[in-house]
């Protein structure tokens, strides 16, 4: 049997901060334009904020789930420390997974991500020109949470499909390139 538990639960849920930006920083201050719709690092992030005693205690740790919580655009993206000392900005919400023997971090990003946890969460956010999903909100979700090794499968999975989509996307690329350098073949014996 599945249990399901609140955010809260299982996740410290934090909200990210606002801080001014600086020229030449030490920290990544990530916002949802260094994201796409998948939760991919988009380019290369730029450090613009200075590393002091007001950042230090805002710094992500591997692991940490960053949810755009702020606009129509909403996603889950795990945190790992190949993308540098980061803060989140105002526009996420941080959850820190409280116990990785109870749920692993890499499953609840992708139960976030699920078309239907997002229109879920949408459809209570607050504010109409900026809607927004609220710390409580997020804190009072209920999510499923099977055993460590069903979710281990579950990730396994996902990722798979994952490997999929960017095959059939690639093959559809090949398949429009040769049709193309086809038809312009064409065009140039038909004159």
């Known amino acids: 049997m599945i249990a399901y538990k609140k955010i809260q639960d299982i996740a410290l ?8 930006e600086i020229p030449m920083g030490e920290v990544n201050y990530l916002q949802i ?46 945190y790992n420390k190949d993308m540098g000392k980061s803060v989140a ?13 109870e749920i692993l971090p890499e499953y ?10 997002l229109s879920n969460l949408q459809n209570q956010a607050v504010g109409s020109a900026m809607p927004s999903i609220s710390k409580f909100l997020m804190e ?12 281990r499968k579950i990730i396994a999975i ?3 499909q994952k490997q999929e989509q960017a095959l059939y996307k690639r093959i559809a690329e090949s398949h429009k390139r040769m049709i193309d350098k086809q038809l312009i073949e064409i065009t140039k014996t038909t004159k």
């Open 13 to 20: 849920v934090l909200s990210g901060v606002y801080f001014n």
């Open 33 to 78: 334009k260094d994201f796409n719709k998948k939760g991919e690092i988009v380019a290369p992030l730029v450090a613009s904020l200075e590393l002091n005693t007001r950042t230090e205690k805002h710094l992500l740790s591997e692991g940490n789930l960053l949810f755009a919580a702020k606009g129509l655009f909403n996603f889950c993206a795990l």
């Open 89 to 101: 900005s105002s526009s996420f919400l941080a959850l820190k997974i409280k116990d990785t023997n």
């Open 108 to 117: 609840l990003c992708w139960l976030l991500n699920r078309e239907d946890t």
């Open 140 to 151: 009072e979700y209920e999510v499923p949470v099977p055993s460590i090794d069903v979710q």
């Open 158 to 160: 996902a990722g798979l």
